[in-house]
């Protein structure tokens, strides 16, 4: 790995979260939007949030804005043989493991977008991703056992609401942010980061050009903005964390299935 690509290790650990630029060529991306919109189009099929194991597809329904739109898939990899080879692509283990060690396993898939017209439901309140665990007591040391990976799908900009973060607020302990209810209920309001003791003015854009990949952690104060552009911003996120040997680690995303014949 080069200096260039090294130095995520070090932003990640020192400000909970890092930016790797061209992670996947624009050719291979080229081919990641098509896939993207092919599994849109396919979530589209549902009249309603559909859900067979573990692939999910969330679905603003017609009454919401007179149109369908898919917000969310989940386990894509499940029916893509092309995310199913992103999500075990060297270059993603190359990134990961200086930060995670080799042995990883992957706990979540989803693709985010952000269809304009859906504009009210875009948004992602900040919060901690520690939130969503189900058993947080696993997580030893919450920063280096596990972290999220988003790969830009189309660009991510300030207009169409890109990924927010908040620097080095891994290192506040849980601040309970959004606890209060969903997290796609429109923005946070800033009373409610300057009770967590955060500088609404502090919060940084991620842009993101199609094949760069952010990272960010379970303690890492997170969000996005809805989008108000004409343009789409699909995010295709991959949850990875160590694998250890404790017995029974049992997280939301992690029940898997089995086929009807046991497999
Ligand atoms: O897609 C986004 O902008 C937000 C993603 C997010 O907050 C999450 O996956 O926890």
Redesign the pocket.
């Known amino acids: 790995m080069s200096g260039a690509q090294q130095d995520h290790v070090q932003h990640y650990w020192d400000h909970g979260y890092a930016v790797i630029r061209g992670l996947l060529s624009p050719d291979e991306m080229q081919a990641v939007q098509a896939e993207s919109r092919r599994i849109y189009a396919e979530g589209l099929k549902h009249h309603a949030t559909y859900r067979d194991r573990n692939v999910l597809f969330e679905i603003l329904p017609e009454s919401f804005a007179g149109q369908r739109y898919v917000l969310q898939a989940h386990w894509v990899a499940w029916f893509s043989p092309l995310f199913e080879k992103i999500r075990r692509d060297p270059r993603v283990l190359a990134v990961m493991a200086p930060l995670l060690g080799q042995d990883i396993k992957q706990v979540a898939q989803?693709i985010?977008w952000k269809p304009p017209g859906a504009t009210r439901r875009t948004g992602?309140r900040f919060?901690q991703?520690l939130r969503f665990r189900d058993r947080q007591d696993v997580y030893e040391d919450l920063m280096t056992s596990y972290i999220?990976a988003?790969l830009a799908i189309d660009p991510a900009t300030t207009a169409n609401?890109c990924?927010r973060i908040f620097p080095n607020s891994h290192q506040r302990g849980y601040l309970g942010l959004s606890d209060d209810g969903p997290?796609m209920k429109g923005s946070t309001q800033d009373h409610e980061l300057i009770a967590a003791g955060l500088d609404p003015a502090t919060a940084v854009d991620i842009e993101l050009a199609p094949g760069d990949l952010a990272l960010w952690g379970l303690l890492t104060v997170?969000?996005?903005n809805a989008n108000h552009s004409t343009k789409d911003r699909a995010?295709a996120?991959c949850k990875y964390e160590q694998l250890h040997d404790k017995p029974g680690p049992f997280y939301s995303e992690d029940r898997w299935f089995e086929s009807e014949d046991g497999g």
């Open positions: 989803q985010h992602y919060h991703d999220n988003g609401g990924l997290i997170h969000g996005s995010f996120i």
